[in-house]
């Protein structure tokens, strides 16, 4: 059963600081990962996929990289903003079957950057 | 763009009540999956479709059944609602096995029972 792990689980930051989300996973048969941003109460706003065939995918100032062998992946946000105080989770979805590609989640991160 | 639709967005149902959640996927989508979030929870997945037959099953009850339709839109039926169902409901939609797999999640149920 695939597992996935983010560290830390919270860690706020002065405005300005670049910083660095960890998401590992245990099986490594996976099609693809997708990291996303949840604010409080709300829905999933997805900001990467990374086919697992890929290395890294960038998005204005973020940047996620797999190692899809070490079962590894990283977000990296440059220049924080307060903006951008969220949970953001790291979701892996399995090879497919019969078109369904269903994400297993990680616990999050929960980010406050600081003005 | 058009996004996946959910509605309704709030619903406050009592124990052993019935509530039904619809799903309307983004255009030419062909695959919908339903998650469910508990409190403080991550998401996890209760079942997905795909071209309108039930294509994989997770952590869903026996109360529960979904189904999607001929407009590729999607309802999940809950029955005898318990206090714990209480949750965030989301739907998300993907272009199957043409596109990257790649989902889109709509902005949530929240239920609450009562």
């Known amino acids: ?20 989300l960890n998401c590992s996973f ?26 697992s065939s890929q290395r890294e995918q960038t998005s204005g ?5 797999l190692d899809k062998s070490s079962g590894r992946s990283t977000l ?3 220049a924080s903003q307060p903006g951008d105080s969220a949970t953001y989770l790291c979701a892996v979805s399995r090879e497919p079957g019969a078109g369904s590609y269903q994400l297993t989640f990680g616990k999050g991160t929960k980010l406050s950057v600081i003005p | 763009a058009a996004g996946v639709i959910q509605s309704p967005r709030h619903l406050i149902k009592e124990k052993r009540e019935t ?13 919908v999956y339903w998650y469910q979030q508990g409190p403080g929870q991550d998401p996890q997945f209760l079942i997905s479709f795909y071209e309108k037959m039930q294509s994989d ?3 869903i009850p026996d109360r529960f059944s979904a189904q999607q339709f001929s407009d590729y839109h999607s309802e999940l039926n809950m029955s005898s609602l318990e206090l ?21 999640f709509g902005p949530g149920t929240r239920l609450t029972v009562t």
């Open chain 2, 84 to 104: 714990g169902d209480s949750a965030l409901y989301f739907c998300a939609s993907s272009q199957g096995t043409s596109g990257k797999g790649e989902q889109y």
């Open chain 2, 57 to 59: 099953k997770g952590s």
């Open chain 2, 19 to 31: 509530a039904t959640l619809k799903c309307y996927p983004i255009p030419r989508h062909d695959t």
């Open chain 1, 26 to 51: 245990t099986d490594s048969a996976i099609y693809n990962l997708q990291w996303f941003r949840q604010d409080p109460g709300k829905g999933l706003t997805s900001l990467l996929l990374i086919q």
């Open chain 1, 61 to 65: 100032r973020l940047n996620a990289s």
């Open chain 1, 76 to 78: 990296y946000i440059a």
């Open chain 1, 1 to 20: 059963k695939q597992e996935v792990t983010q560290i830390p689980a919270a860690l706020s930051v002065p405005e300005g600081e670049n910083l660095v």
